[in-house]
């Protein structure tokens, strides 16, 4: 299993471009969700979806988009890109949900600077 | 949501046990306490998660307090490749998991 993919590992935009982070798993996994991490900081997360065709806002979500039209992918898209979305983008898959929480496995992440 | 609180930062000679100290004051009785950590350049990997009673795997332990307001991660014999950023994190579940990462606890090893 290669688990959680992401690309590309690193990109620059200039200020109003627009650019789709991929992310994939092979895990057979229901729920995917996107997190970015600012230097210095933790992870906040900014999209999740439960399943094929459902998708939810997290705790940042303004300036992005996702869908979910397979188990498998998870694509973030990126609309006018900013220089405050300059980040280092994860995104990671669990198997399920509940109160004892299930672990997530991380993708190696894409680092993104908007200049 | 919970809070926790951690120190910035610990430093630990290689081969020799870690502690790793968690607070979470407000948490409420149905809230897991889970322990991630992240290695430079990479993403967040699960070390481990409990409720009540002391739990071990086979990268570390997790004992946790009676009246549960705090936890401690112990890695047993810190090697280098445990030279990362420790993340105590209170479960939040409302239908999904979502995990709140707060700063952390960068652990430097010592050779």
């Known amino acids: 299993n290669a688990g959680v993919t992401q690309t590309p590992k690193f990109r620059i935009l200039k200020i109003g471009q627009s650019m789709t982070l991929q992310c994939t798993q092979d895990m057979n996994h229901n729920y995917m969700y996107w997190y970015r991490q600012d230097p210095g900081m933790g992870l906040k997360l900014i999209y999740y979806?439960?399943?094929?065709?459902?998708?939810d806002k997290g705790e940042v979500p303004n300036g992005y988009n996702v869908s979910r039209s397979t188990t498998e992918d998870f694509p973030l898209r990126l609309e006018l890109a900013a220089p405050s979305q300059t980040s280092v983008y994860f995104c990671?898959?669990?198997?399920?949900?509940?109160?004892?929480?299930?672990?997530?496995?991380f993708g190696p992440g894409t680092r993104l600077t908007v200049t | 949501d919970a809070k926790t609180t951690q120190p910035n930062s610990m430093e630990s000679n290689e081969e020799e046990p870690v502690h790793l100290p968690c607070n979470h004051s407000t948490i409420s009785g149905t809230d897991y306490i889970h322990w991630y950590r992240q290695l430079p350049s990479q993403g967040p990997e699960y070390v481990i998660h409990?409720?009540?009673s002391n739990v071990n795997n086979r990268m570390a332990s997790l004992a946790i307090a009676e009246d549960r307001k705090s936890s401690t991660l112990i890695l047993h014999r810190a090697t280098l490749r445990d030279a990362a950023v420790y993340y105590c994190?209170?479960?939040?579940?409302?239908?999904?998991?979502?995990?709140?990462f707060g700063k952390g606890n960068q652990v430097v090893v010592i050779p």
């Open positions: 994190i209170l479960n939040f579940y409302h239908g999904n998991n979502r995990l709140a």
């Open positions: 979806s439960v399943g094929a065709g459902i998708t």
């Open positions: 990671a898959s669990s198997l399920g949900t509940g109160i004892a929480g299930y672990e997530q496995y």
């Open positions: 409990g409720l009540t």
